[in-house]
């Protein structure tokens, strides 16, 4: 997860507009494209407020 904005505000926009555009299938298939530890990103966010909706598949 080296690579990913380590803003929380940025992390989530880059985060919201990769599921949007690229992986509409959710955020498994984000992680594994981007070999990224699902639970530590799922935290990272939660510890800045935001939680994964999946039926619409974006944080928020």
Known sequence: MNDLPKDPAILLSFINTRLRDEFPDG????????SIDRR?????LADAGFVYNPEQNRFW
Do not use: G, I
């Open 27 to 34: 955020l498994d298939a984000l992680c594994a494209a981007l």
């Open 40 to 44: 530590q990103l799922e935290q990272q």
